[in-house]
């Protein structure tokens, strides 16, 4: 498996959980490297059923939710599934402002994600 | 000119704007101002077309809300708000061109928060920026940073130009 810089990579069963590094993730060059490394896993390293856990992180742009749109798409494309959990309600709301909520399978808790595969 | 399709202009804050750029603005960068009495904190500055450049600006704003006791919920959203104005001023106004600058002119009050943010590059038309919360849109991985504006914020203005942006934000408002 490859080093990741801003995330940080973990299995259950057939599950890649994958958690983010930077608690706020707004900086651009972040984000770009950001999506990389989540594209990575898909096209590269065939983890088509990922868990994103959003525990560490605090705040989010725009420019992060973009990565996780082509992320979703990457994933359909490779008839994988895609959830999130672990949401904070600040960031929930942004999600739900974006009506993102809607594009994603959107969990409380890890344990919920994972039973929901 | 700046219009928003919703809301009306607010006059007090033009007059401010103009006395503004009559006389501090002409001679002062990068520089914290003298206030009124009724300002909390007020900065004009001038920022290169580089990415991070306005993390210090948003920063010190973020502690200026802060310290005037605004709340965790009104201090995200208007971090948002104005990240998502200063990058795209910064990244898709001036296209990074290291040869155009970003000037942001900031008040900040008790209860409201006022910000302009006026790129030099060529303007874009909010109006055609499509809707990315139709979902036949919702695949569009951009254009979400005005939708993010317009909720975390009271009002936003683009000037007719399109080169420039307003925000303000009234504590306890949405």
């Avoid at chain 1, 959830?83 to 919920?112: G, M």
Wanted: with cysteine; aromatic share 6%; proline share 2%.
């Amino acid at each position: 498996m490859a080093a990741f810089r801003r995330l940080a990579i973990s299995e259950a069963g057939d599950v890649t959980v994958v958690r983010f590094v930077d608690r706020k993730i707004l900086d651009e060059l972040n984000i770009q490297e950001l999506g990389q490394e989540l594209f990575q896993l898909v096209e590269q390293e065939n983890r088509v059923r990922l868990l994103l856990n959003f525990f560490n992180v605090e705040f989010l742009s725009s420019a992060a939710l973009g990565k996780l749109i082509t992320l979703d798409k990457k994933v359909k494309a490779h008839n994988g599934k895609l959830k999130l959990s672990n949401i904070r309600p600040e960031i929930y709301e942004v999600f739900a402002i974006t009506k993102l909520n809607k594009l994603f399978d959107i969990k409380e808790d890890e344990a919920d994600a994972l039973a929901a595969f | 000119m700046y219009h928003s399709g919703s809301a009306s202009a607010n006059s007090d804050v033009r007059l401010h704007l103009a006395v503004l750029n009559q006389t501090d603005r002409t001679h002062t960068n990068n520089t914290i101002m003298s206030l009124s009495d009724s300002e909390c904190w007020s900065v004009n500055l001038t920022l290169p077309s580089v990415r991070g450049a306005g993390k210090d600006f948003i920063n010190n704003l973020l502690e200026e809300l802060r310290r005037n006791a605004w709340n965790d919920h009104e201090v995200f959203g208007v971090h948002l708000a104005v990240e998502e104005a200063v990058v795209n001023a910064i990244k898709h106004g001036n296209c990074l061109d290291e040869s155009k600058q970003v000037q942001i002119c900031c008040r900040l009050w008790k209860d409201r928060l006022w910000i302009e943010i006026i790129d030099e590059g060529c303007g874009f038309n909010p109006d055609e920026v499509p809707d990315c919360t139709q979902i036949e849109n919702l695949e569009i991985p951009n254009g979400r940073g005005i939708m993010l504006m317009r909720s975390f914020m009271s009002k936003v203005e683009y000037s007719s130009a399109g080169n420039g942006v307003i925000l303000e934000k009234l504590r306890g408002q949405s």
